[in-house]
């Protein structure tokens, strides 16, 4: 199985490394290439660098580790070649203000994942990565893995 990363900023680059540390293929794609053939070429064999385009196109599951406004242009953009592929959404609604401060970009109640859900076609599988906060900080999981069904994404620390 081939995972297609989009973008490979903090989220995108531990989901590489983890999947690629578990023994699977991955495709990198983002906005600055020189920085995805560089993480390409850190991670080895079973990683090679791509547009979004051809990312997409060649991974079997499809990780759109960008901000919710940039996931919300690139799915209908891409939707013809994102048809029978897993799409995981690891992003939470959170911006920041002016003075650096967290909160909420979508009404209480409606989840990143749901928004996605919408800019997808119907006959795709969502699987939406959720990150549980617990006194300020991210709980890790173990054991990175990759499964026919669709991607289980967690920290392997």
């Known amino acids: 199985m081939t995972t297609a990363i989009i973008g490979i900023g903090k989220i995108g680059g531990a989901v590489a490394r983890h999947l690629v540390a ?44 960008v901000w919710l406004d940039t996931m919300r242009e690139l799915i209908p953009r891409h939707a013809r070649l994102l048809e029978g592929k897993v799409v995981v959404d690891p992003s939470n609604p959170i911006g920041f203000d002016e003075s650096g401060q967290p909160f909420r970009t979508l009404p209480e109640g409606q989840s990143a994942g749901s928004v996605v859900a919408r800019a997808a076609s119907s006959g795709r599988t969502l699987r939406e990565g959720v990150r549980h906060a617990r006194r300020g900080r991210a709980r890790r999981r173990r054991t990175p893995r990759a499964t026919a069904g669709g991607a289980l994404l967690r920290d392997g620390r």
């Open 22 to 65: 578990g023994g699977e293929s991955v495709v990198l794609a983002a906005t600055d290439q020189s920085h995805v053939e560089a993480l390409a070429g850190e991670l080895g064999p079973l990683a090679r660098a791509a547009s979004v385009e051809d990312a997409i196109a060649d991974g079997d599951a499809v990780v759109f580790a």
